[in-house]
Structures are given as structure tokens and as C-alpha cells.
């Protein structure tokens, strides 16, 4: 059975950092493309940031391009989300996401974590 | 940016009903358009993938049909289950999702 668990979202203030991980089980993870999406809270999905099968290419949103820092530890099954520069609207729910489809880039989301909340504010 | 704009953003529907909604991408994507639902406090579903193919363990009253620009899902006939948020997502690049079409009990 494929799992995807989140963890590491708190309160943070403006300006602060934060590492989200996400541990993967029941797929050969490192077949696979990972991403980050969020949900504001009462708002719809936003993807965040992607992840190649390998590490070798990642992607982000315009929104956290240069702030957020994808990378994932395949020996571990593990994703992670480094998130600097926080401001108050990266508050959300952030989904680890696998994609579909073995060694591809980006297709579809199947398989989708609970969540962790990120809650910035003073 | 490819935007996907999603109708209507809410509709009301009674058990048994049929249900329609639409997805349009702001240029041609081919097919690639996935479809998912969300429960309140749950974590999305895939439930259509390349615009018309089904995921597997989905029900089949749902379909999903289109190319290029335009979009379907449709609902055969509605579920007690079937009440929650929809959302189509692009992947012919970065992946961009609709805003969600809210699906309520009449």
C-alpha cells in the first residue's frame, strides 16, 4: 500500500524558515517524481514544487521561485521542502504528492500525503 | 502560464441526477487533464487521468471526455459520496490547477 506521511509544519513568523518531510512507503520511490502542493486554508489547490525521479531536476511555482528548495533522500524514501523567507500567504496545507507515471516529469498526482499545516504569523 | 478556468463553481444536484462540469485551458493541452475530488479535511483523488481514462478503483459513473482546449467530467448519476469539490489539473507543463467546482446536495 502506497503511503505518503508529512510532517514538520508549525507556526512560524514572517521572515522564518522550515523544513517539511515527507516519508514514502509501499513504491520503489526513487521510480518516481515527487511534488509539493498546497491548500490555503478555504482556497483551492496550488502545485508547489517538483522533483525528478533521480534529483536532478527540480521546478517551482513563480510564487516561491528562489525562496523554496525541493530535494529528496531516495536511500531514505524521503521528500523534503526547505521554505525561507516566509510571508503570510505560504500559510496552507502542503500535500507530498507522487506522480504517476514511472520515471516521467510531470503527469498526474495518484497518490497524495494528509497534509501538514504551515501557519505563518506574528 | 497555461490558466484553467473551471464552471460553474458551485452547482446543486439531487441522488441520481446527472452532472456536468467543465474545464477550459487558456491554450490547447492536448490531452493532458486530470480530474480530482476532494472531501472536506481529505486529501485530493485522481479520478480521471489523460482527459478521459479512468483510475483504477474509481467508480464508473464518472467520465471525463475533451481535448485541446475544452473539458469534461461528468457524473452518471449522483452518489451520496459524490458530494464534494472537483478540480481539473493541466499537465501539459507545470501543473495548474482550476478553482474548484463545488458539488452540494439540493
Known amino acids: 500500500e502506497v503511503q505518503l506521511v508529512e510532517s514538520g509544519g508549525v507556526v512560524v513568523q514572517p521572515g522564518g524558515s522550515l523544513r517539511l518531510s515527507c516519508a514514502a512507503s509501499?513504491?520503489?520511490?526513487?521510480?518516481?517524481?515527487m511534488h509539493w502542493v498546497r491548500q490555503a486554508p478555504g482556497k483551492g489547490l496550488e502545485w508547489v514544487s517538483l522533483?525528478?525521479?533521480?534529483?536532478?531536476?527540480?521546478y517551482y511555482a513563480d510564487s516561491v521561485k528562489g525562496r523554496f528548495t525541493i530535494s529528496r533522500d531516495n536511500s531514505k524514501n524521503s521528500l523534503y521542502l526547505q521554505m525561507n523567507s516566509l510571508r503570510a500567504e505560504d500559510t496552507a496545507l502542503y500535500y507530498c504528492a507522487k506522480d504517476k507515471v514511472e520515471m516521467a516529469t510531470i503527469t498526474y498526482f495518484d497518490y497524495w500525503g494528509q497534509g501538514t499545516l504551515v501557519t505563518v504569523s506574528s | 502560464d497555461i490558466q484553467m478556468t473551471q464552471s460553474p463553481s458551485s452547482v446543486s444536484a439531487s441522488v441520481g441526477d446527472r452532472v456536468t462540469i467543465t474545464c477550459r485551458a487558456s491554450q490547447g493541452i492536448s490531452s493532458w487533464l486530470a480530474w480530482y475530488q476532494q472531501k472536506p479535511g481529505k486529501a485530493p483523488k485522481l479520478l480521471i487521468y489523460a482527459a478521459s481514462s479512468l483510475q483504477s478503483g474509481v467508480p464508473s459513473r464518472f467520465s471525463g471526455s475533451g481535448s485541446g482546449t475544452d473539458f469534461t467530467l461528468t457524473i452518471s448519476s449522483l452518489q451520496p459520496e459524490d458530494f464534494a469539490t472537483y478540480y481539473c489539473?493541466?499537465?501539459?507543463?507545470?501543473?495548474?490547477f482550476g478553482q474548484g467546482t463545488r458539488l452540494e446536495i439540493k
Open positions: 489539473q493541466q499537465a501539459n507543463s507545470f501543473p495548474q
Open positions: 509501499g513504491f520503489t520511490f526513487d521510480d518516481y517524481a
Open positions: 522533483i525528478s525521479w533521480d534529483g536532478g531536476s527540480t
